[in-house]
T-cell receptor, first 113, second 114 residues
């Protein structure tokens, strides 16, 4: 069954604006990850937030995690045309061994120059 | 460039053909994954290998046959596929750790089954 579910499905913003994307999930997790995919390419890992963390930053990215609401948000500040891509949240419910990620359908972000 | 390569990048095959997809990583990772990505659907995990041993088969039809000869190489052998198997097939790898792993993805093979 699908674990991560992103919202909105599509987002179009002007360059320089902030983009906020949300992800909700159903079961307990070990960590939650966000990935980016440019059209027809592989996924690129952006950021990982552990279940005991509430907020994490990486450059222009800010991720929050609310385990009580089973939700996460990804904020991209001062967006650029190059940020145009699909963004996926993925939940990892395992501890130890190797990860088994469950992905959502993704959010299509368009940044207009 | 994530350090995970996939060949071929594009493949067109008939339903009676046999072909193989190849994935390679020299990142020192011990786990390798095959995913299927179809339009409008979430990424579907197909197989997981950990130290060359298959640890996950997500109810994948037998016309898809994975092979992992060593921790650096992963193959997906294709036989008697259906048009609905057309998709982007992604390989990924991840390092051993205490349970907090990011996955490194290859660029994918775009498969079209006629």
């Amino acid at each position: 069954s699908q674990q991560g579910e992103e919202d909105p499905q599509a987002l179009s913003i002007q360059e320089g604006e902030n983009a906020t994307m949300n992800c909700s999930y159903k079961t307990s997790i070990n960590n939650l990850q966000w990935y980016r995919q440019n059209s027809g390419r592989g996924l690129v890992h952006l950021i990982l937030i552990r279940s005991n963390e509430r907020e994490k930053h990486s450059g222009r990215l800010r991720v929050t995690l609310d385990t009580s609401k089973k939700s996460s948000s990804l904020l991209i500040t001062a967006s650029r045309a190059a940020d145009t891509a699909s963004y996926f949240c993925a939940t990892d419910a395992r501890t130890g061994a190797n990860s088994k990620l469950t992905f959502g359908k993704g959010i299509t972000l368009s940044v207009r120059p | 460039e994530t350090g995970v390569t996939q060949t071929p990048r594009h493949l067109v095959m008939g339903m009676t053909n046999k072909k193989s997809l190849k994935c390679e990583q020299h990142l020192g990772h011990n786990a390798m994954y095959w995913y299927k990505q179809s339009a409008k659907k979430p990424l579907e995990l197909m197989f997981v290998y950990n130290f060359k041993e298959q640890t996950e088969n997500n109810s994948v039809p037998s016309r898809f046959s994975p092979e992992c000869p060593n921790s650096s190489h992963l193959f997906l052998h294709l036989h008697t596929l259906q048009p609905e198997d057309s998709a982007l097939y992604l390989c990924a790898s991840s390092p051993p750790s205490g349970g907090y792993n990011e996955q490194f993805f290859g660029p994918g093979t775009r498969l079209t089954v006629l």
